[in-house]
């Protein structure tokens, strides 16, 4: 189906399944460890070779030796795979960096060489013995010392580098109150729960790989290119998900060196990586410095707002797009953002939860505070102030719904805001200085083509197939529950399969766009069963009712179940796909984040006290579901303002802290209780489910309302994430 004007009224919006707050269905079999993820997916496989990657112990040069031929004698070594002896490969396009390495060295722990022995201790103590001559070259790996060879890229996600609207430089001069300041954020690692694994099977030049990915069309289409080899030729599947966050988004080398191995030893063969191996092998969301100006009349009018990003990547390809906020999130008359990129000799930069948004608002957010301070001005009434209901820097586009102000209210009442320390520092509970802060919460909500094949079985069963992920994000449940809810089953009576590139191709799970398109690529299939369900019971498929397992009209009422019986299975399959709209509307969601911490005062140490964030995301599909989108996306943006940090040794050009000991992510014990407040809505002009993205939105902002808060606590205005005690004392 096309979908290219409003959703009207639907099935959906009778919300028997959907919207209720619903278990994930596939929550046994993650809890009693039987759902099968991709390291696990070797059950009923004989002969089963392990493969361990090798990666580049240097940052920058080329290989001038690999003698592998100790390691090739070493016990139950079958085979070592290097770019000498695998020949030419093709260059998958979404990744910045080649998955291989030789004789160019792009990167530390770029991935060089793999050993394939019996068992996984075999391979990896063979890996010990391969020795490699490197010629080293210099590089490159500080932002900031690197920052004046910067270049304009063209673009960046989402559109062009460079946005200029009226006169920026003579608004901001004649401004009334200004601020100007520059910012920095670190690089964070994706660190999923699940490292990327990879089972790779040939048989008779066919390819089957159990991968763990986000993306299943894409992977097949990267396999396809890395390998040269068509497509048909291959199957990807990834039921399970242990976490992706970006990282998973695109090929890795488990999955190159799996199909390469299993090829050439005629055998299937498993490959992982350890998590040492992760941090500086897999892309990583790029340290940013941030420049933001607000210029504003006495009234708090914002009359010029300027937002410059650097950051840095291989080869200087892929910008962090902090500046998308600003280009959309307020009013304002003249404006200009830019983004530049410097040439970093570091893994690859890349796509991590909210790219741009997350990073970009941990910043605009916090010169809009400083903003309000600065004017006099409720940090609350500031932003409603300056409100939009047209994108800031197109006032042509309207947003498809847009109640950012209503976030900001309901979370201020809900919070408390009114009692907030009215000066920073003046709260005092003991050693702790106590302090609150907030941010609006914006992300983009895109959406993508997806499809997906609906089954009623003979028995009256319903099966959903489609290539759709579910990377813990909870697809299975509301893909499940659209389906129940279109044709008027109990959700029990769903079978959702996932993940498998044999079925209908999806939106896959990346931007955010994985909810709202691959539950309106179900609607669509749901909506061709029912017309093929009336067709064969006689009834018109315009004014036939599907309820308790029935369809119905005014005078006739069967079972599916019958129906079923007497038809034999019946299977329908279409496509949503997206018009104009997004086009003529921007479609965003929105939100706010409240903050409350406590700084110790003689240690500095800052602990979280309370979190809320109010949500408008249109149709909420499952506040399960969604809730948890949002919890765990507030940890991560907690992560991100208080620990979590890529630290550069830049004499040997690598992530030093590559695992997580020294990576710090937040533990329970960081986070307090989180408060989850979704506005009731729908948004007819997002997609034909009228919802929006929440998977991503809730990590927008939430940093930002962190370091506010410990603002108003402290007095203290810490510029550069994470804001460890060494800032505060
Ligand atoms: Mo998302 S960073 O597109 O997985």
């Known amino acids: 189906m096309k979908f290219d004007k409003p959703a009207e009224t639907n099935p959906i919006d009778n919300e028997k399944v959907v919207s209720q707050p619903t278990p994930r269905i596939e929550g046994p079999l993650k809890v009693t460890g039987t759902a099968t993820y991709a390291y696990e997916q070797d059950k009923g496989l004989k002969n089963v070779a392990y493969g361990y990657i090798v990666g580049s112990a240097i940052a920058k040069g080329t290989i001038e030796n690999i003698d592998i031929s100790k390691a090739q004698r070493a016990p139950g070594v079958l085979n070592i795979l290097t770019y000498k002896t695998i020949g030419s490969l093709g260059k998958a396009g979404r990744n ?83 601020l100007d300041q520059t910012y920095g954020t670190s690089g964070h690692a994706h660190a999923m729960m699940e490292p990327p694994a990879s089972v790779a099977i040939w048989e008779d030049n066919k390819l089957t790989i159990y991968t763990s990915h986000q993306m299943i069309n894409w992977a097949l289409k990267d396999i396809a290119t890395t390998l040269n080899m068509p497509i048909e030729n291959i199957r990807v599947n990834s039921p399970f998900i242990g976490g992706g966050f970006g990282g998973k988004l695109f090929v890795r080398a488990d999955a190159m060196f799996a199909a390469l191995a299993a090829r050439a030893t005629k055998r299937p063969v498993k ?86 948004e997350a990073p970009g608002s ?63 520092g003046e709260t005092r509970e003991g050693d702790w200085l106590i302090g609150m802060g907030v941010a609006a919460a914006f992300r983009n909500a895109p959406v993508q083509n ?16 489609t290539d759709m992920t579910d990377i ?25 399969r996932l993940g498998d590139s044999d079925s209908p191709v999806s939106a896959g799970s990346g931007g955010q766009w994985g909810a709202a398109s691959s539950t309106s690529g179900v609607y669509a299939a749901c909506l061709k069963l029912r017309e093929k369900i009336a067709e064969v019971a006689g009834l018109d ?71 809320l964030a109010v949500a408008e995301a249109g149709r909420i599909l499952n506040p399960t579901s969604a809730r948890n989108q949002m919890i765990g996306a507030m940890t991560m943006g907690a992560g991100a303002a208080l620990m979590e940090d890529l630290v550069v040794d830049e004499k040997v050009g690598f992530f030093v802290n590559h695992d997580l000991a020294g990576y710090e ?65």
């Open 271 to 356: 490959v992982t990586m350890t998590r040492p191996f992760m941090f500086n092998n897999m892309p990583h969301r790029a340290a940013t410095i941030q420049r933001v100006r607000i210029g504003t009349d006495k009234a708090g009018k914002i009359t010029a707002i300027g937002h410059e990003n650097w950051s840095g990547d291989i080869n200087a390809k892929k910008s962090e797009a902090g500046v998308r906020p600003t280009r959309m999130l307020y009013a304002g008359a003249n404006r200009m953002t830019e983004a530049r990129i410097a040439n970093l000799n570091l893994a690859e930069a890349n796509a991590m939860r909210a790219p741009g």
């Open 96 to 178: 910045n960096a080649h998955l291989l390495a030789g004789p160019n060295i792009e990167h530390y722990h770029q991935a060089m060489a793999l050993v394939v022995a019996e068992t996984f201790e075999q391979a990896r103590s063979a890996a010990n013995l391969i020795h490699v001559k490197y010629k080293r070259s210099h590089g490159q790996y500080s932002l900031v010392k690197n920052i004046d060879s910067s270049v304009r890229p063209e673009r960046i996600t989402g559109g062009p580098a460079y946005t200029s609207v009226g006169d920026f430089d003579g608004a901001f001069s004649n401004a009334d109150v200004t």
């Open 472 to 496: 813990g994000t909870g697809s299975y449940t509301i893909i499940g529950q659209t389906a129940a809810e279109m044709l008027g089953v109990p959700l029990s009576q769903v079978t959702v």
């Open 665 to 729: 992510v937040p533990v329970h014990a960081d986070i307090p209780q989180q408060q989850v407040i979704f506005l009731e809505d729908e948004d007819p002009k997002s997609s034909p489910v009228k919802a929006k993205g929440v998977g991503e939105l809730g990590i927008c902002g939430v940093g930002a309302a962190i370091a506010n808060a410990v603002y108003n606590a402290t007095g203290v205005r810490v510029r550069q994430y994470p804001i460890t005690l060494d800032k505060l004392i």
């Open 362 to 424: 941990m910043v605009l957010e916090v010169a809009m505070d400083e903003m309000a301070e600065t004017l006099g001005m409720d940090p609350i009434d500031f932003r409603i102030l300056n409100d939009t209901q047209v994108v800031g820097e197109n006032p042509d586009k309207p947003f498809s719904q847009r109640r950012l102000k209503e976030c900001l209210q309901r979370g201020a009442r809900e919070f408390g805001w009114r009692d907030r320390p009215k000066t920073p």
């Open 450 to 465: 997806s499809a997906a094949r609906v089954k009623l079985t003979r028995g009256g069963a319903v099966i959903v197939e």
């Open 541 to 611: 498929p315009k004014t036939a009712d599907f309820v308790d397992a029935s369809i119905s009209d005014a005078s006739n009422s069967y079972p599916l179940r019958d129906i079923a019986k007497e038809h034999g299975e019946l299977t329908a399959e279409d496509t949503v796909e997206f018009g104009d709209l997004q086009k003529q509307f921007q479609v965003s969601s929105f939100g706010s984040h409240f903050i409350e911490v406590g700084v110790h005062v003689v240690t500095g140490e800052v602990r979280l006290r309370r979190m």
